[in-house]
């Protein structure tokens, strides 16, 4: 079966301008992760959606990120007004829920913002 | 607080040179530590989860293991192919989030 996708693979982007990233985890999969990976650092969590219950955000790192899970399927995380510092890899990986936790990760959509 | 350190840095092997990589962890009630691989430009591949202390999971060259403070993850006769980075990670049982070291970058020489 398919895997975790996530589009695009890469985003160059000027510095102030929106960008949306998507994910689609794997089927029937109900937990979503956002992480964020930047050159040398260890992955960063940003964000976790569990089925229909209200998403844990204490890891985004300004008002500037948000995220979305339409249908507790497809992802989109939004970063408004794009900084320099936000250039990074952004990876989604999906659970297939509470008790089994392993989770696996998309390729990733590097961000780059000049 | 919760958190990950993963020793060394890097490690550079001769092909069939068997070593180990460490994972310590300090966690708040341990759900699961969960071990993966990261090759360039590609997301992290999963590999192996334990869940307590006394537990071991093979495939192929790799072998993990755990125990209260550390896991191991054991490299025997590795190839060239097994160079990539080796990411660790805990999961605690009151939180919703994965808790990452920084991985070990792996270069194996033939």
């Known amino acids: 079966g398919a895997g975790v996708s996530q589009s695009p693979s890469n985003k160059v982007t000027e510095k102030g301008k929106d960008v949306e990233l998507r994910c689609d985890p794997i089927s029937g999969h109900t937990a979503l992760y956002w992480y964020r990976q930047s050159l040398g650092q260890g992955l960063e969590f940003l964000i976790y959606?569990?089925?229909?219950?209200?998403?844990?955000k204490s890891g985004l790192p300004s008002d500037r990120f948000s995220a979305e899970r339409t249908g507790g399927s497809v992802s989109t995380l939004t970063i408004q007004r794009t900084q320099q510092e936000d250039s990074a890899v952004y990876l989604c990986?999906?659970?297939?829920?509470?008790?089994?936790?392993?989770?696996?990760f998309g390729q990733g959509t590097r961000l780059t913002v000049v | 607080e919760d958190q990950v350190t993963q020793s060394p840095e890097a490690l550079r092997l001769q092909e069939g040179e068997s070593s180990s990589l460490n994972c310590s962890y300090t966690?708040?009630?341990?759900?699961?530590l969960f071990w993966y691989r990261q090759d360039p430009g590609k997301g992290p591949e999963f590999l192996f989860t334990?869940?307590?202390a006394g537990e071991e999971k093979e495939k192929e060259r790799l072998k993990a293991t755990l125990t209260k403070k550390e896991s191991f993850l054991h490299i025997t006769a590795p190839k060239p192919e097994d160079s990539a980075t080796y990411l660790c990670a805990v999961r605690p049982y009151n939180f919703n989030k994965f808790y990452f070291g920084s991985g070990t970058k792996l270069n194996v020489k033939p």
């Open positions: 959606f569990q089925g229909n219950s209200a998403p844990d």
């Open positions: 966690v708040s009630g341990l759900r699961g």
């Open positions: 990986a999906s659970s297939p829920g509470r008790t089994n936790t392993e989770a696996f």
């Open positions: 334990l869940y307590s």
